[in-house]
């Protein structure tokens, strides 16, 4: 991999000479000379050496991961940064020193914010070191071998002197560890430089412009159905036009406006159904997937989980919504699919019978009934030429109940600082002739919350932290102190959240566990 030199991460540099004065003349005059910037505004403490910057140049990280260290550079060291040469130099440096699909893949959480996400778990030694003030993502999601590590723990203890007695710290020796064991064992595990790397780096990446298949799903609240159309913008970005459609039929538009980083990693802002948004998706390695998670800027836990296809994919089932039918049901179900056409027909396998009321522009509309005697199983499913298994069963009865998240936390909101809901959800499954438990989808619920343990009920947890409403959200209390809690406590809680679900005559219940607990100050991309 060639540090430092300017290259467009979606050409190898070969195909960029050719092409650098003929078809892409245009788009690689107006991009700015992110090296040059990286000059004028680095160079200063950042020595340069034949195109080589000290520190910049061994490290690579994402979008997310460079705009953090920028902000570094401005907040503490004081580098003058106008925003466009910010932008371009994030931009720059994550299309040039960035990660691999492959390399960001068990990570993704942590970009995506999903609330409730479990850590990674790199072993003890590293979950006692670093994650007890900040997730293993952000540490996994960065590349440098054992000599930049180790001057990335004196950058910790020269910012945060105290570090070793924060977090716990001093139950070991944690300068002698973070300065001898773990230089070489984070360079193992995340080396500057991997094949991963250098054959993405070298590789044509695939335009996202085009027409999209979307499906979407927000966790305790709708699925969301229809188009992308994706143009660029003539500056080197994208614009997303967006035509869904909720499962109860309500149309729901939205825009945004992307960039592309590293060849693979979207990252837009806009609006969905009037509702602001940022996206953080990532196309899939031979660019036909996109695949990620949409937020509120404001509520990064509202949000939803987004997949969209190419329309021109090989034909192939996206979604089935519902993903689950009782025998002897009858009902609406929207199958998304690419490569079929309007008078498809549909089959929803053994037991079913499916007629197509709707078919339009890759979302199809049948009426299915489900035969009285149909088995507990998984089906495959076929729209014209596109087939697919384990987007949709059918079952007999619902055997298990699970609350998603079985862990989550909430936070009391306050002054500038706005409260943190937790929201549930409750995943059926049921059990197939072989016992094998099969997964049926979210189903509707009644919630209610009990105190976690004996304290939890003698503080009156459950009267002081908030309220679950009837879709599986808790809304936290507003901050203490509170003059009517014992020794005037925050409104922090520790309860029992409970899913009751009705299947015909049967009730059966899940269970999950909710801390709520206090502000989080300091956000950061990478939490
Ligand atoms: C005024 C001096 C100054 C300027 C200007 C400056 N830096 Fe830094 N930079 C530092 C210092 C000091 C450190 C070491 C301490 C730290 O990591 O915060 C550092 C560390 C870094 C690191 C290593 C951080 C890590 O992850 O361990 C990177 C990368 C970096 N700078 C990038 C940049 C970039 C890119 C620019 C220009 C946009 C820049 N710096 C401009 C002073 C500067
Ligand atoms: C006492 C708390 C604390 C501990 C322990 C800690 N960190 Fe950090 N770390 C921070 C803070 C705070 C930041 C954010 C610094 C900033 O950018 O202002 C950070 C940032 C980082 C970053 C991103 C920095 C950048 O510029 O991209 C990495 C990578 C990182 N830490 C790795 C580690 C590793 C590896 C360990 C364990 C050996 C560790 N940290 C232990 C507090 C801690």
């Known amino acids: 991999m060639s540090i430092g030199a300017p290259r467009l991460p979606w050409m190898s540099a070969s195909l960029l000479a050719l ?3 003929a078809a892409n003349a245009v788009q690689a005059a107006e991009a700015p000379d992110g090296q040059a910037l990286v000059r004028t505004y680095c160079s200063g403490c950042h020595l340069e050496h034949d195109g080589v910057f000290e520190r910049i140049s061994s490290i690579r990280k994402t979008p997310e991961g460079w705009t953090m260290t920028l902000f570094r550079m401005h907040n503490v060291h004081g580098l003058a940064l106008p925003e466009e040469a910010s932008d371009a130099i994030t931009r720059y440096l994550a299309d040039t020193q960035g990660l691999a699909p492959s390399e960001t893949a068990p990570s993704r959480f942590a970009l995506e914010r999903r609330p409730n996400a479990k850590d990674l778990d790199l072993g003890p030694d590293l979950a006692q070191m670093c994650g007890r003030c900040h997730s293993l993502a952000r540490v996994a999601l960065q590349r440098r071998d054992a000599d930049d590590w180790l001057k990335h723990m004196h950058f910790h203890v020269g910012q945060f002197p105290s570090l070793e007695y924060q977090a716990s710290g001093r139950d070991r020796p944690w300068w002698d560890i973070a300065t001898k064991e773990l230089p070489p064992k984070l360079g193992a595990l995340f080396p500057l430089h991997t094949q991963a790397w250098s054959d993405w780096n070298g590789r044509t ?7 999209w298949v979307v499906v979407g799903h927000e966790p305790g609240g709708r699925d969301l159905v229809g188009t992308a159309d994706i143009a660029s913008d003539g500056k080197g ?3 997303a036009r967006y035509r869904l459609r909720d499962t109860a039929g309500r149309d729901v ?9 590293t060849g693979y990693e979207w990252r837009g802002r806009g609006a969905l159904g009037g509702v602001a948004s940022r996206e953080v998706f990532a196309l899939s390695e031979d660019g036909v997937r996109m695949s990620g998670r949409w937020f509120d800027p404001e509520h990064s836990e509202d949000g939803g989980d987004w ?7 090989p034909a192939q089932v996206v979604a089935v919504l519902p993903r689950a039918m009782k025998a002897g049901a009858s009902g609406t179900v929207t199958i998304v699919a690419t490569g079929v056409g309007p008078a498809s027909s549909v089959s929803l396998g053994t037991g079913v019978t499916a007629k197509v009321v709707l078919a339009d522009d ?9 035969a009285a005697d149909a088995t507990t199983g998984t089906r495959t499913v076929s729209v014209g030429p596109a087939a697919g298994t384990g987007a949709f069963a059918v079952y007999r009865k619902i055997d298990q109940v699970d609350v998603q998240p079985s862990y989550a936390i909430a936070r009391v909101g306050g002054g500038k600082v706005p409260p943190v809901t937790a929201q549930f959800e409750a995943l059926a499954s049921a059990r197939d002739a072989a016992g094998v438990l099969v997964p ?3 189903v509707p619920a009644e919630w209610s919350t009990a105190p976690f343990d004996a304290e939890a009920a003698r503080t009156h947890d459950e009267k002081f932290g908030g309220s679950l409403d009837a879709a599986g959200r808790y809304h936290p209390a507003g901050a203490g102190p509170n003059p009517v809690r014992e020794f005037s406590g925050n409104n922090t809680a520790n309860l029992k959240v409970h899913a009751r679900v009705a299947d015909g005559a049967s009730r059966l219940d899940g269970e999950s566990h909710l801390i709520v607990t206090v502000q989080r100050w300091i956000t950061t991309p990478i939490y």
């Open 19 to 21: 092409l650098c004065f």
């Open 253 to 261: 538009a939205g825009d945004s406006h992307a960039l592309l980083y």
């Open 205 to 211: 990446h695939r335009e996202p412009t085009g027409h």
């Open 307 to 313: 997949t969209a296809v190419r329309a021109d994919a």
């Open 362 to 370: 890759g979302v199809i509309q049948a009426v299915a009934e489900v």
């Open 237 to 239: 970005g994208y614009t």
């Open 440 to 442: 049926l989808g979210p």
